[in-house]
């Protein structure tokens, strides 16, 4: 008997829809993080999710593991280098966050720009207080660091502001709705033209701290910075002194390097700093397309192929 452990918290009927479509020879369990199943972990030859759990006991000599499909994006948590070494594929849900984290991405270049968050401190406060230094978003430029589904997706809405679309992908070449795309070697070349810096990568080894204090030196003057991908990505200590200077004129923050933010970090208190708490993906239906990025992948596995959808290069760590 071949098994797929479902380990995550999902609504039942995803799990029966994926009980269903395997065929004879096949069991389909779910279990938590947390349990301490191991002897049914050790017998997952597809695992859906990941815990620290699983990663004890999947990875034990005789464990039947080939696939682990991660229900998240991130994937820099996990042992890639086991995986590659043991010849295990990784999948993601990396599919998933177009069209959400694309809508936070321009709630929070919106709220900056009109200073809609201080409105709404204001309001709290019963505050009737105009805001002087409000500017507009149409005909300025945007630079897309990452230029997969979320980037691709920002820059179809940017075009609805008439904005001018630079991206960054290690490949260059050309997308729909870029009106440049430039390697990692334009990366001053697309933050000193930008007005709006938005932030979709990674965490790799070569992403890690990619936005230092020499890049925010790069950058306009008054730029703002969004950050949705990941906050490994960015030196927080330089992202502080750049918001402090007037380098940046503000930032929105979806991810931190430490999380939760530790409760003495500045940017709590900082007017021109929008804190989100690695939330911008969730929305009622995640799920659903999660559960369409696994269900496309296990009927190519089934076929004895490689799930074609959302694959992760265990080398590129995404």
């Given at each position: 008997?071949?098994?797929?452990?479902?380990?995550?918290?999902?609504?039942k009927?995803?799990?029966d829809?994926?009980?269903?479509?395997?065929?004879?020879?096949?069991?389909?369990?779910?279990?938590?993080?947390?349990?301490?199943?191991?002897?049914?972990?050790r017998?997952?030859?597809i695992?859906?999710?990941?815990?620290?759990?699983?990663?004890?006991?999947?990875?034990?000599?005789?464990?039947?593991?080939?696939?682990?499909?991660?229900?998240?994006?991130?994937?820099?948590?996990?042992?890639?280098?086991?995986?590659?070494?043991?010849?295990?594929?990784?999948?993601?849900?990396?599919?998933?966050?177009?069209?959400?984290?694309?809508?936070?991405?321009?709630?929070?270049?919106?709220?900056?720009?009109?200073?809609?968050?201080?409105?709404?401190?204001?309001?709290?406060?019963?505050?009737?207080?105009?805001?002087?230094?409000m500017?507009?978003?149409?005909?300025?430029?945007?630079?897309?660091?990452?230029?997969?589904?979320?980037?691709?997706?920002?820059?179809k809405?940017?075009?609805a502001?008439?904005?001018?679309?630079?991206?960054?992908?290690?490949?260059?070449?050309?997308?729909?709705?870029?009106?440049?795309?430039?390697?990692a070697?334009?990366?001053e070349?697309?933050?000193?033209?930008?007005?709006?810096?938005?932030?979709?990568?990674?965490?790799?080894?070569?992403?890690?701290?990619?936005?230092?204090g020499?890049?925010?030196?790069?950058?306009?003057?008054?730029?703002?910075?969004?950050?949705?991908?990941?906050?490994?990505?960015?030196?927080?200590?330089?992202?502080?002194?750049?918001?402090?200077?007037?380098?940046?004129?503000?930032?929105?923050?979806?991810?931190?390097?430490?999380?939760?933010?530790?409760?003495p970090?500045?940017?709590?208190?900082?007017?021109?700093?929008?804190?989100?708490?690695?939330?911008s993906?969730?929305?009622?239906?995640?799920?659903?397309?999660?559960?369409?990025?696994?269900?496309?992948?296990?009927?190519?596995?089934?076929?004895?192929?490689?799930?074609?959808?959302?694959?992760?290069d265990?080398?590129?760590?995404?």
């Open positions: 008997m071949r098994t797929l452990v479902i380990h995550i918290s999902v609504p009927s995803y799990v829809e994926i009980r269903t479509m395997m065929p004879d020879g096949w069991k389909v369990v779910q279990t938590f993080k947390g349990d301490k199943n191991v002897e049914l972990l017998q997952a030859e695992l859906v999710g990941w815990s620290s759990e699983s990663a004890r006991a999947c990875l034990e000599e005789g464990a039947k593991l080939r696939w682990v499909h991660s229900w998240a994006a991130g994937v820099e948590s996990m042992p890639l280098d086991e995986f590659a070494k043991r010849g295990i594929i990784l999948t993601n849900s990396s599919g998933v966050h177009g069209q959400p984290i694309s809508e936070t991405i321009f709630a929070l270049m919106l709220s900056l720009t009109r200073g809609v968050h201080m409105n709404v401190r204001n309001q709290v406060q019963r505050l009737w207080k105009a805001n002087a230094s500017r507009e978003m149409h005909g300025k430029t945007v630079g897309i660091l990452g230029t997969g589904v979320i980037g691709s997706e920002t820059a809405i940017a075009g502001f008439d904005m001018t679309v630079i991206g960054m992908r290690r490949s260059g070449g050309s997308l729909p709705g870029f009106d440049e795309i430039v390697d070697s334009g990366l070349y697309l933050v000193s033209r930008s007005d709006y810096i938005v932030n979709t990568l990674p965490l790799t080894k070569e992403t890690k701290h990619l936005i230092d020499s890049v925010f030196a790069m950058m306009k003057r008054g730029a703002f910075y969004i950050n949705i991908g990941r906050g490994g990505t960015t030196d927080t200590d330089a992202l502080i002194e750049a918001l402090r200077n007037g380098q940046l004129a503000g930032a929105g923050l979806d991810v931190f390097e430490e999380e939760p933010l530790p409760g970090s500045p940017l709590w208190d900082m007017e021109n700093v929008i804190i989100v708490p690695h939330e993906g969730m929305t009622e239906h995640y799920d659903r397309r999660a559960t369409d990025i696994l269900v496309a992948g296990l009927k190519d596995y089934l076929e004895g192929r490689e799930p074609s959808v959302s694959l992760v265990l080398q590129l760590g995404y």
